[in-house]
């Protein structure tokens, strides 16, 4: 049972928006950034977003992230078949004092 | 470029040890904490710990307390992450990652795995 809330899946028509929720508390996403990763079966997760809403060099603009309060979201525009993959997000717990994951939400591309 | 390159696959007994290396180049390998994942089959991602740049510093997740030593050779830009007492829960793809900037808690690289697969 993972400490952060994320639908099991998700799935949209290519071209079209989606979002990925990510839950949490005031000890986690409520205090600390939050980033997400992006993971292909067999490959290393990819980061997609930092410090909220900030992304790595190379990574589309298609991809943004959000925060409010003690809950982020992910989200995609023009969705494409390649975009078809597990995405995670991830935070520091302060109570626990360790890193903290979602259980992940498998997106598929209708 | 940044790369990050573990050992390969083992296959280990209940009760044995297994210790994964991740080679880093391209950066400033003192400069960086490093981290390491793991990925049970089916399961999403669990993070196992942390080792500062010099390596005089490890914080463990309490479930792994006991079990788990990370060290790393800066001489080499290598870490190693060392699992005891496995059992087959423990079977999972396990990774090493760069933590992103000091203080934050985001991976901006990744090794590209190594599943290790303990049975009798």
């Known amino acids: 049972q993972s400490v952060l809330t994320q639908p099991p899946s998700v799935s949209a028509a290519p071209g079209q928006i989606l979002t990925i929720s990510c839950s949490g508390s005031?000890?986690?996403?409520?205090?600390?950034?939050v980033s997400w990763y992006q993971h292909l079966p067999g490959r290393a997760p990819k980061l997609l977003i930092y410090d909220n809403n900030r992304r790595p060099s190379g990574i589309p603009d298609r991809f943004s992230g959000s925060k409010s309060g003690t809950s982020a979201a992910l989200g995609i525009t023009g969705l494409q078949t390649g975009d078809e993959a597990d995405y995670y997000c991830g935070t520091w717990d302060t109570s626990l004092s360790v890193v903290v994951f979602g259980g992940g939400t498998k997106v598929t591309v209708l | 470029q940044v790369q990050l390159v573990q050992s390969g696959a083992e296959v280990k007994k209940p009760g044995a040890s297994v210790k994964v290396s991740c080679k880093a180049s391209?950066?400033?390998?003192?400069?960086?904490?490093m981290h390491w994942v793991r990925q049970a089959p089916g399961q999403g991602l669990e993070w196992m710990g942390i080792i500062n740049p010099s390596g005089d510093s490890t914080s463990y997740t309490q479930k792994f307390w006991g079990r788990v030593t990370m060290t790393r050779d800066t001489s080499t830009g290598t870490v190693y992450m060392e699992l005891s007492s496995l059992r087959s829960e423990d079977t999972a793809v396990y990774y090493c990652?760069?933590?992103?900037?000091?203080?934050?808690?985001?991976?901006?690289?990744w090794g590209q795995g190594t599943l290790v697969t303990v049975s009798s």
């Open positions: 990652a760069r933590e992103g900037t000091a203080g934050e808690s985001y991976f901006d690289y």
């Open positions: 005031s000890s986690n996403i409520g205090k600390n950034y």
């Open positions: 391209g950066y400033s390998f003192s400069n960086y904490y």
